[in-house]
């Protein structure tokens, strides 16, 4: 049987792996390296310097396009850094339509680095297909989707979406972070580019800081790793390693996240003292039918509000959290808890921010894969 054809969870262990050459290793060794031997000049055996490629790199890469069912996988120093490299594709003078409710950071990336070297983005709301039509010119070459969005989770129809970009010949990148592979794969939904920061669920240890950039496409790759190789940002071999193993684990990491997230929003939504509980998985979120048909299971991230949307309410409840951990970023084993406004999400004009509803009273949850009980006996406490 070709490892082509397993089904994802097989993929996430064999995914384009094959024991190594020189002793066999089952894993990928650390090849903890910055030049490989040439017996000629150009006599090599496929390395010659590890920013271009180093084979526990090559291992994860291939990994990663195998669980996106891609065809080329590109592995960078943070997800930050493959999204710097989607963005240097374009010119000066090119336009980028993104969504108005993304990662912090990704906006500062196009607001501030970006924006400075004459390409311009347009954020919006990506509910309505005529919306983002409206904001298409003749300069547009890219959009930006990141869904489930972070941290209001929105869900946008990336189908829908890839229709639009093929119609006016652009690309469509899709942030996958926050639903992954198991759950969601844009490739097969008509996106051209998958990202991740695999610091997140792929690695799922918080352990490493770690980016991928995952296409189908040949020539596109090939612009890929050219921008990748010269601008530098890649992935060392030991975070490679380590993202690698956590890859391994992906499906069952995620279906525990799934099964706590489901329990932790249903305990939050019945809450009296909570106003407003963000997460895809219910019936009267506004996109879940399209989170219906294109995730299969909604995930550990959830959003929520504490009646009367008071900022001192919300920190005192992230303060008291005992389990939960109050920490940048998500995706891992463990609980953590952020406050959006003040942490990942600071680097977003408050005005802006609150347009997208991340006011200074949401509290962001990703629920790890501890038992749920312990989960919501530590929110039961916070909470008061
Ligand atoms: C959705 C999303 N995209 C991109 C990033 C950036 O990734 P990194 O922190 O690995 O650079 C993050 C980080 O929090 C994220 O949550």
Known sequence: MSKKDLKFNSKTIHGGQQPDAAYGAVMPPIYQTSTYAQSTPGGHQGFEYSRSANPTRTALENSL??????????????????????????????????????????????????????????FIGMQSIADIEAKINSNTKLIWVETPTNPMMNVIDIKAVSALSKKHNLLLAVDNTFATPYLQRPLDLGADIVMHSATKYLGGHSDVVVGALV?????????????????????????????????????????????????????????????????????????????????????????????????????????????????????????????PASM????????EREKSGVVDALIRLSVGIEDADDLVADLEQAIG
């Open 65 to 122: 396009a195998s669980i996106e069912n891609g065809t080329y996988g590109l592995a960078f120093a943070s997800g930050l850094a493959a999204i710097d490299a989607v963005i240097k594709l374009l010119s000066p003078g090119d336009e980028v339509v993104s969504t108005n409710d993304l990662y912090g950071g990704s906006y500062r990336l196009f607001k501030q680095v970006f924006e400075k070297f004459g390409i311009k983005f347009h």
């Open 215 to 339: 296409v189908k496409d040949k020539e596109l790759a090939d612009k890929l790793y050219f921008i990748q190789n010269a601008s530098g940002a890649v992935c060392g071999p030991m975070d490679s390693f380590l993202t690698l193993r956590g890859i391994k684990t992906l499906h069952v990491r995620m279906q525990r996240h799934s099964e706590n997230g489901k329990q932790v929003a249903a305990y939050l939504a019945n809450h009296p003292k909570i106003g407003k509980v963000y997460w895809p998985g219910f019936e009267n979120h506004p996109n879940h039918e399209i989170a219906k048909a294109q995730m299969d299971d909604f995930g550990g991230m959830i959003s929520f509000v504490p009646n009367g949307s008071s900022y001192d309410d919300a920190i005192k409840i992230v303060e008291r959290l005992q389990v939960f951990t109050l920490a940048e970023s998500l995706g891992g084993v463990e609980s953590l808890a952020g406050h």
């Open 344 to 351: 990942t999400h600071a680097s977003i004009p408050k005005e």
